[in-house]
């Protein structure tokens, strides 16, 4: 099909054609795919190749370049055949067309279409028959084939016992469902699958042996022995390709007081040799009947064929339907038209995916019928269906039953005009049918699949020691290789789906093992998963799971590692070589503490003095920023200065702070490492809008916060500004640029509050006189010492002082480098004009004419 420019191809399964429209996807695209059946429909606009049910293709093939229909022979079948033998008939591609069947098919191909070219393709395995072994007995790889789903059960279960488990197929199983089964199967997790007949067409598996349970079976009509071809259709699943397969029978399968169950040699030897009796007849029903009445087309229906090679159809369910509902008048009185006749016809083809029957089938279409008269059904009514059949508690047979009535939703939704919102309602019956899927799935393997039980029940009963525990890559601890649970960090987690009593032979099995999945999981870390440490949280930790815990040593920059408790049982070797590598990796990490660990070796210092020693205490014990007036600066005399200096220390107008450490870096590790339990702002960015807790790094700056040397930066050019307008202007006032402030996002009324705490005070703007011209002049700032650091001890004199009396006290004169700035006993504050500038002003004055 792909070799043409669009196609399609019939199927005679949904499960099929949605796994080749997956293959046809991969190679053209899936624009250019659509996948049709009688519940799922995706047609993209642009769409040339096609893969549907045989009931959903176009009849005479649509008008496509390429035609297929897959299992032609399936025109023999009773209650499909009909729609098999009008598309082998009618379905043309206007290049190729193409029937695939089986070698039985022939003699009527040859004679219904003399023109047909008839390839054949070998098999290039043999098919051999292996007689009958018991279950307990047989081998790998093994398909179990039943007729009913209690026998599906018992056997599944019985494998569950001997050999740990077993994939469940059956044709009541959701496609969904069965291709997880399927996969279950196909990955090695079991080794057997149980199936129905289902199997025996349309599943591709690695299977190496089929096993018969009986060889009879319901064909709808009578319980009747299987024909040589339907052995061959389900034994032909053993052997891929060039692998030999195998079949037989299970031992004890015929019953109680009935003849052992077993082939005929007549029948191995047409399963072995493909030789098989040819298809003589086809089923065939009149597919254009007229809806003059509903009389009529059920006489049209009747019609028997005029080739000798097609036969009468049975009476099929849609059929058997539309019979019984004609015959009542609530329902044929409806039926007035040929409109209403035809749409009534399609309603009775709704398949019967509960496997009812027509009696009970056909008061479903009835309820159905009596909206659809009247036009559409509406969308609340089958949103309230599906969402009522959605529910995915209850035992397997609830859920089987359930997902039967979601497939019936599903084809009235995919119908073009039965339902209201008809994509809303399709895409929320597909969603219920996943997710009852999914839940089938599960039930099915909780029922029949618990090899991990198994091993663990056979390791136990002799000693847990002898079992094979190993320690995977991903961390999952496995016994024999069933996984019991897995390691977080160095701490054994039981597998939380384990019941009860699993869980305790799970703890056994691993505790007997702990030293040595230990041991083995530290050599994994010390040789190859170091990089995937990480700090946080005052502790060492991969996957968020503690490795070692950090405990507070001199300081933030010397934690000291703990292990945790869950090492306790590691041998004394790798306990050292572990803690060993870990203080390795650790020393890397705090590469971003280095300057607080040089303000560590500089306390240290005997020459350093004890007033220097103190503040460097004071800056590592805050982690490198301290408030200028808890500095004690005032006991440090001018000459130890350059010490902190050297060290890193900064010396501001408002803190005394180590620059190094106000970067994301460093605050990111202080705060993992436990020592900083401040907020965090993880980018340090210069200015942030205001907090609820002042980030560690940041000062208050009016409804915003700025980081602590942006804020000096600031304080500094305010400080150059001061010492420029006192030379050239005599001190009256100063103008301060805020265009710094703003480009760090800093508004302007956070700015005149931010320097209100390094003294800065700003004036009133000042206007031109009348008949001036011009810009107004800057607006004059002004600067009074707020600091106390520095303040000479004084003896008490007369009253007590107040804020204001304090405030008008000459303060001594500080160093330049502090304030990066004059000298800060100069006052540019001036008296008001009506008010004579005498006493201490004028003293003030005085000197900073004098400098």
């Known amino acids: ?141 093994s398909a179990i084939v039943a007729f009913s789903v209690e026998q599906v059960y018992q056997v ?42 289902a199997i025996g067409m349309g599943l591709n598996l690695d299977v190496r042996h089929v096993a018969f349970a009986s060889l009879s ?15 061959a259709q389900i034994a032909g699943r053993a052997g891929r390709h060039q692998t030999d397969g195998s079949f037989g029978v299970l031992s004890g399968g015929g019953g109680r ?43 049209d229906l009747a019609m028997r064929p005029e080739r000798e090679q097609l036969a009468a159809a049975p009476e099929a369910i849609d059929l058997a339907v539309l019979k019984r509902l004609a015959e009542q008048h609530d329902v044929s009185d409806s039926v007035t038209t040929p409109a209403l006749v035809r749409r009534f016809w399609e309603a009775c083809q709704l398949p019967d995916f509960r496997q009812l029957g027509p009696e009970a089938h056909s008061r479903f279409v009835a309820r159905l019928w009596a909206d659809l008269r009247h036009g559409h059904i509406g969308a609340d009514y089958v949103a309230a269906r599906v969402s009522e059949l959605g529910n995915t508690s209850g035992d397997i047979d609830t859920l089987q039953g359930r997902l039967s009535a979601i497939r019936s939703w599903a084809y009235i939704c995919q119908r073009p005009d039965w339902v209201l919102a008809r994509d809303e309602m399709a895409a929320r019956a597909r969603a219920a049918e996943a ?18 039980t198994a091993v663990l029940m056979r390791g136990m009963g002799k000693d847990a020691g002898l079992l094979r525990v190993n320690l995977e890559d991903d961390g999952r601890v496995t016994v024999e290789g069933q996984a019991i649970g897995h390691l977080e960090g160095f701490r054994f987690v039981v597998d939380p789906d384990a019941g009860q009593e699993d869980r305790k032979l799970m703890l056994a099995a691993a505790e007997k093992h702990m030293a040595a999945l230990l041991a083995q999981k530290a050599e994994q870390l010390v040789t190859s998963e170091l990089g995937a440490l990480e700090i946080a949280e005052g502790a060492i930790r991969r996957d968020g799971q503690p490795v070692a815990m950090l405990e507070k040593g001199k300081t933030a920059a010397s934690p000291r590692i703990v292990m945790t408790k869950e090492l306790r049982p590691l041998d004394p070797v790798n306990a050292k070589r572990l803690g060993e590598a870990l203080q390795v990796w650790l020393d890397g990490q705090l590469a971003p503490l280095a300057p607080l660990k040089a303000l560590e070796e500089g306390a240290q210092d005997p020459d350093a003095g004890s007033e220097v020693r103190a503040l460097l205490l004071t800056l590592i014990d805050r982690n490198g920023t301290v408030r200028r007036e808890d500095a004690g600066l005032k006991h440090v005399a001018k000459e130890q200065r350059p010490l902190l200096r050297k060290l890193g220390v900064v010396i501001g107008s408002t ?11 460093p ?121 106390k650091d520095t303040a000479p001890e004084r003896p008490h004199r007369g009253p007590r002082k107040t804020e204001k009396t304090e405030a008008k006290g000459k303060f001594p004169p500080q160093d330049k480098r502090d304030a990066r700035g004059p000298r800060p006993d100069r006052r540019e504050a001036r008296p008001p004009a009506n008010q004579p500038a005498t006493g201490k002003a004028l003293a003030g004055l005085a000197d900073l004419f004098k400098n």
Request: with cysteine; glycine share 8%; aromatic share 6%.
């Open 655 to 665: 803190d005394v702070y180590l620059p190094a450490l106000l970067k994301p870096a």
């Open 217 to 231: 079976k319901f064909d709808g009509v009578r319980q009747r022995r299987l024909t040589p071809a339907e052995m």
């Open 667 to 787: 605050r990111k590790l202080l705060k993992a490492l436990g020592a900083d339990p401040r907020e965090l702002h993880d980018s340090m960015a210069p200015v942030i809008e205001g907090a609820k807790h002042l980030p560690a790094g940041y000062r208050r700056a009016g409804k915003q916060a700025i980081r602590i040397d942006m804020a000096e930066k600031l304080f500094r050019a305010a400080h150059e500004q001061r010492a420029k307008a006192g030379k050239v202007a005599g001190g009256k006032g100063f103008p301060v640029d805020i265009a710094l402030a703003t480009s760090m996002g800093l508004s302007l009324e956070n700015f005149r509050s931010l320097m209100k705490d390094a003294g800065f005070r700003q004036g009133q703007e000042v206007t031109l006189p009348d008949g001036q011209y011009g810009p107004p002049p800057p607006v004059p700032w002004s600067w009074r010492p707020p600091r």
């Open 257 to 299: 007081g009935s003849a052992p169950l077993e082939f005929s040699e007549e029948e191995i030897y047409a399963i072995e040799n493909h030789r098989f009796a040819p298809l003589t007849r086809l089923y065939w029903r009149n597919p254009e009947p007229r809806f003059d009445s509903l009389a009529r087309l059920i006489d």
């Open 435 to 452: 997710k009852l899927s999914d839940a089938l799935h599960g039930k099915l393997t909780e029922r029949f699949v618990n090899r991990r």
């Open 1 to 141: 099909m792909c070799g043409h420019s669009s196609g399609v191809i019939g199927f005679p399964l949904r499960l099929l054609a949605r796994e080749v429209y997956d293959k046809v996807c991969r190679i053209k695209g899936e624009a250019t795919c659509a996948l049709i059946t009688g519940e799922e429909r995706i047609e993209p606009p642009h769409a040339r190749y096609f893969l549907c049910t045989a009931e959903a293709m176009p009849r005479n093939g649509g008008g496509q370049a390429f035609v297929a229909l897959d299992e032609a022979q399936l025109g023999a079948d009773r209650e499909r055949g009909h729609i098999f033998t009008d598309r082998l008939l009618h379905a043309r591609g206007r290049e190729e067309t193409m029937l695939l069947g089986s070698a039985t098919l022939e003699p009527i191909v040859r004679a219904m279409l003399p023109g047909a070219s008839i390839e054949q393709r070998p098999r290039f395995s043999t098919l051999s028959h292996a007689g009958a072994a018991k279950l307990s007995r047989l081998p790998p790889r």
């Open 156 to 197: 599944a279960e019985l494998l569950r016992r001997f050999r740990g488990g077993a994939a469940v197929v059956m044709g009541a199983l959701s496609p969904q469902t069965r291709n997880r089964q399927v996969e279950l199967f196909q990955s090695g997790e079991v080794d057997y699958i149980v199936a129905t007949d």
